[in-house]
């Protein structure tokens, strides 16, 4: 609807250029061709479909995947009860984060129980085609979990979640510029 309406706009615009300055016998010409290039244009920048990613439930009721972190694979359960993406001590170390560099001075419920976890940004977290950077995130000390959580600091980010038949989607945000197909690439 609003881009009808950017089309309309941009026609009468350029239909009333012509009638006021252009050449009074050549006007449904210069409408048709001014018409064809406004059609070019929104073509040529139409958007680009929104990234998605499923993830089937797992057989013990989870929806697990394998995410990559600063450019490294490393396995996650989805949890929709995490405040923040959380990561184990052993993937932290992995990805190659500052461990020995981390307070760990946040309280943090765990189903095994309380914990102190360590506040930190992940540069760049990938989900398949669901690319976000500068993602908080919480680290736990060494042999608190044996799970990484992507929580809600990512999942946040999307346009929509939700579960259907089993299949947990993702759903990213269209994207104007094109960049989707790039991060995708690069991942």
Excluded: C
């Excluded at 244009?41 to 929104?50: D, I, K, N, Y």
């Excluded at 394998?66 to 989805?78: Q, S």
């Amino acid at each position: 609807m609003i881009r009808a309406l950017l089309v309309l706009a941009m026609l009468a615009g350029t239909a009333g250029a012509v009638v006021a300055y252009g050449d009074r016998d050549h006007i449904p010409e210069q409408i048709a061709r001014a018409s064809e290039q406004v059609s070019k244009m929104l073509r040529h920048r139409s958007p680009e479909p929104a990234p998605a990613v499923q993830v089937a439930r797992g057989r013990a009721g989870e929806f697990a995947l394998h995410a990559r972190i600063n450019g490294v694979k490393a396995p996650m359960v989805i949890d929709t009860g995490a405040t923040s993406v959380v990561l184990t001590w052993e993937t932290a170390k992995a990805i190659g984060l500052p461990i020995e560099m981390l307070e760990y001075n946040v309280d943090l419920e765990t189903v095994g129980g309380h914990t102190k976890a360590a506040r930190l940004t992940l540069d760049r977290l990938a989900v398949g085609a669901l690319v976000e950077k500068s993602v908080p995130a919480l680290v736990v000390p060494r042999g608190q979990m044996k799970t990484n959580l992507l929580g809600m600091s990512f999942l946040d980010r999307l346009e929509s979640w939700g579960v259907q038949a089993d299949k947990l989607k993702l759903n990213g945000y269209p994207d104007v510029a094109g960049r989707n197909k790039r991060r995708a690439a690069a991942n």
